[in-house]
C-alpha cells in the first residue's frame, strides 16, 4: 500500500470561494498527480509534480493551482470555485520514477460539489 | 497524440456470461498498457498491466494481450460474477523520447453491471 490519503473526502462549498484540497503520501514517492473525474470524461490531469516546488500544467488546469512545499504533501487549490468544478478529485502517485512499466497508485478520491 | 479509445457502456451481464471490453491505443512508440478497475465510492486500482508486445497481463480471472498489430489491448473475463461490477478504465504511459513524465492517459471508462 502506497499510503496515500486525500483530504476532506467530501465537500460542499459556495460559488466564488476558494478550496484547498490535500493529498498527502506517506513514501517519499517523487511524482504526485492530481485528476479530476467527471462522468463521460474519463479521469482528466490538471496538475502534477516532480518534486518539491517542481509543478506543471495538466490538460485541465484553469482555475486551479497546485503547490508542493513538502514531498509528502500536493495541494489543490480552487482559486474561486465555479459550478463546473464540481466533480471528483483524484491524486496519484508513482511508485517507480521515470520508469512507464509502472502504473499510478490512486487515493480514494474528494467528492467536491460547488452549490 | 497519445490517446486511449474503450468501448463505451454500460455494459449489463448475466452471472458466469463472458466479458470483453475493447480497448484500442494511439501512441509514439510503445506503451505500456494498464487495466483500472473503481469499484462503487472508492478509487481507481491497478487491475493488470502489460509493458511490451504480446505481454499477457491477468489478474482475479481477468485478462488482455498487448497486441501491437492492432494497437489493442482488450479486456476479457471468462465467468463475470456480481462482485466484477465496477468500472473499467484502458490506460496507457508512454515510452521514451517525448513522453510527458510518464503521464498516464486513460480512456472514459466502462460501466459493468453484473446481475445474478
Known amino acids: 500500500d502506497a499510503g496515500i490519503t486525500q483530504s476532506p473526502r467530501h465537500k460542499v462549498t459556495e460559488t466564488g470561494t476558494p478550496v484547498t484540497l490535500r493529498c498527502h503520501q506517506t513514501e517519499n514517492h517523487r511524482y504526485m498527480y492530481w485528476y479530476r473525474q467527471d462522468p463521460g470524461h474519463g479521469l482528466r490531469l490538471i496538475h502534477y509534480s516532480y518534486g518539491v516546488k517542481d509543478t506543471d500544467k495538466g490538460e485541465v488546469s484553469d482555475g486551479y493551482s497546485v503547490s508542493r512545499s513538502k514531498t509528502e504533501d500536493f495541494l489543490l487549490t480552487l482559486e474561486s470555485a465555479t459550478s463546473s468544478q464540481t466533480s471528483v478529485y483524484f491524486c496519484?502517485?508513482?511508485?517507480?520514477?521515470?520508469?512507464?512499466?509502472?502504473?499510478?497508485?490512486f487515493g480514494s478520491g474528494t467528492r467536491l460539489t460547488v452549490v | 497524440g497519445d490517446s486511449v479509445t474503450q468501448m463505451e457502456g454500460p455494459v449489463t451481464l448475466s452471472e458466469e456470461a463472458f466479458l470483453t471490453i475493447n480497448c484500442t491505443y494511439t501512441a509514439t512508440g510503445y506503451p505500456s498498457l494498464f487495466w483500472y478497475v473503481q469499484y462503487p465510492g472508492e478509487g481507481l486500482q491497478l487491475l493488470l498491466k502489460?509493458?511490451?508486445?504480446?505481454d499477457k497481463g491477468s489478474n482475479k480471472g481477468f485478462e488482455a494481450t498487448y497486441r501491437k498489430e492492432t494497437t489493442s489491448f482488450h479486456l476479457e473475463k471468462g465467468s463475470v460474477q456480481v462482485s466484477d461490477s465496477a468500472v473499467y478504465f484502458c490506460?496507457?504511459?508512454?515510452?521514451?523520447?517525448?513522453?510527458?513524465?510518464?503521464?498516464?492517459?486513460f480512456g472514459r471508462g466502462t460501466q459493468l453491471t453484473v446481475w445474478p
Open positions: 496519484a502517485i508513482r511508485e517507480r520514477t521515470e520508469d512507464p512499466r509502472y502504473g499510478y497508485t
Open positions: 490506460a496507457l504511459i508512454p515510452h521514451g523520447r517525448g513522453s510527458t513524465l510518464g503521464r498516464l492517459y
Open positions: 502489460a509493458t511490451k508486445a504480446d
